[in-house]
T-cell receptor, first 113, second 111 residues
Framework: DGGITQSPKYLFRKEGQNVTLSCEQN?????MYWYRQDPGQGLRLIYY???????QKGDIAEGYSVSREKKESFPLTVTSAQKNPTAFYLC????????????FGQGTRLTVV | DQQVKQNSPSLSVQEGRISILNCDYT??????FLWYKKYPAEGPTFLIS?????DKNEDGRFTVFLNKSAKHLSLHIVPSQPGDSAVYFC??????????FGAGTRLTVKP
């Protein structure tokens, strides 16, 4: 079955530690994205990538980093510089063309204590 | 600065009636609009979309209307069913693959 896999579903980390969220897709999509969801604020774009070894900042990139070494993978690192890292993180992918929808993973709930 | 706005955080309708969810946007460069449905602790699933060259798109019980001059779109669900209860997100893109989302509207359909 084709799809997007995010792991783990729940993640706990101590304050001050970096943590990496995994996102893998087997849809052969060129574009991949990371969003963050907070209560009442919808989904906010963190980073996106349209091609291997290239990525762009979204609206709230500060405190996050990404890599795109393989087409199938787009891991997100939440660094200790992120002031409010506790949130629900969603990864998505899409074809690289106009007027196309993105497909989402099941999300990772990160809790920093 | 939110470029996509859903000003109604919640909506409650009776089963069988029409549900109307609204969305406004500020970026005149947006040319593609989408609606997603989301359940708690899951990723959003695509529902329906519309290109800026159209003003209406239908798919079964779901219809999206676009008013470019008002920078407004709406999603109509007729008839509403209890299984439609979820959070609905409006999204828009200005170029390929760079979507912005609204805050969402929680729809509750009562039996």
């Amino acid at each position: 079955d084709g799809g997007i896999t995010q792991s783990p579903k729940y993640l706990f980390r101590k304050e001050g530690q970096n943590v990496t969220l995994s996102c893998e897709q087997n849809l052969n999509h060129d574009a991949m994205y990371w969003y963050r969801q907070d209560p009442g604020q919808g989904l906010r774009l963190i980073y996106y990538s349209q091609i291997v070894n290239d990525f762009q900042k979204g609206d709230i990139a500060e405190g996050y980093s990404v890599s795109r070494e393989k087409k199938e993978s787009f891991p997100l690192t939440v660094t200790s510089a992120q002031k409010n890292p506790t949130a629900f993180y969603l990864c998505a992918s899409s074809r690289l063309q106009e007027n196309t929808e993105a497909f989402f993973g099941q999300g990772t709930r990160l809790t920093v204590v | 600065d939110q470029q996509v706005k859903q000003n109604s955080p919640s909506l409650s309708v009776q089963e069988g009636r029409i549900s109307i969810l609204n969305c406004d946007y500020t970026n005149s460069m947006f040319d593609y609009f989408l609606w997603y449905k989301k359940y708690p602790a899951e990723g959003p699933t695509f529902l329906i979309s519309i290109s800026s060259i159209k003003d209406k798109n239908e798919d079964g019980r779901f219809t999206v209307f676009l008013n470019k001059s008002a920078k407004h779109l709406s999603l109509h669900i007729v008839p509403s069913q209890p299984g439609d209860s979820a959070v609905y997100f409006c999204a828009a893109s200005a170029r390929r693959n760079d979507m912005r989302f609204g805050a969402g509207t929680r729809l509750t359909v009562k039996p």
